[in-house]
């Protein structure tokens, strides 16, 4: 059964540094999407992203954030400048069109340090 | 907003007795609902999706939901629950005029007894 891959599992930084989240997404699939759960909270929506823009994203999801597809295969979300409160599972989750379900990745444990 | 509830955050059942988790959400339209199913550190998996037609839908693993509209409820339910169920349980709402973002209730734990 095809399935959404993230890399790396963990992910150890230092506050301030920048960190890069990766997302194989399933293949034919359009619509892209990132979401993270604190630990001991609910999962939270951040961005979606289709035709290679954002169509929509939280309040979360400021300016020190960004995603991008850019070999059109892995879809990535970079976080500039680590903040300690960014510590969390970040979920990839991809569908095939919109309506269509979201299958999501093992996810990326951020710790920030 | 749009919002879902979770109202029980543990549940403790013994194996093989049934399960009912509940799940009540905030919606204009009609919604897409969904189940996800998380085991310690591990991803989400799908359950079971209600998009439109039979109320009464089937998943995988052995549970089933149903959709009621006048309770805007979507409880998950399986009638005899084994050890390997243990893990967080959320219900999700899909809000499909703001690119289908999934918003997602606070989870229930489900812990199984033997």
């Known amino acids: 059964e095809p399935e959404v891959t993230q890399t790396p599992s963990h992910q150890v930084t230092q506050m301030g540094q920048e960190v890069i989240l990766r997302c194989v997404p399933i293949?034919?699939?359009?619509?892209f999407y990132w979401y993270r759960q604190i630990l001991g909270q609910k999962v939270e929506f951040l961005v979606s992203f289709y035709n290679n823009e954002i169509s929509e994203k939280s309040e979360i999801f400021d300016d020190q954030f960004s995603v991008e597809r850019p070999d059109g295969s892995n879809f990535t979300l970079k976080i500039r400048s680590t903040k300690l409160e960014d510590s969390a599972m970040y979920f990839c989750?991809?569908?095939?069109?919109?309506?269509?379900?979201?299958?999501f990745g093992a996810g990326t444990r951020l710790s920030v340090l | 907003a749009q919002s879902v509830t979770q109202p029980d955050i543990h549940i403790t059942v013994s194996e093989g007795a049934s399960l009912e988790l509940r799940c009540n959400y905030s919606?204009?339209?009609?919604?897409?609902l969904f189940w996800y199913v998380q085991s310690p550190g591990q991803g989400l998996q799908l359950l079971l999706k209600y998009f439109s037609g039979d109320t009464l839908v089937q998943g995988i693993k052995g549970f089933e939901a149903e959709f009621k509209r006048s309770q805007s409820s979507f409880n998950l339910r399986k009638p005899s629950v084994h050890w390997s169920d243990a893990a967080e349980y959320f219900c999700?709402?899909?809000?499909?005029?703001?690119?289908?973002?999934?918003?997602f209730g606070a989870g229930t734990i489900l812990r199984v007894k033997s």
């Open positions: 919606y204009g339209a009609t919604p897409y």
């Open positions: 999700a709402v899909g809000e499909v005029e703001y690119g289908n973002k999934l918003v």
């Open positions: 293949s034919n699939h359009l619509y």
């Open positions: 989750a991809t569908a095939r069109g919109e309506g269509n379900i979201q299958y």
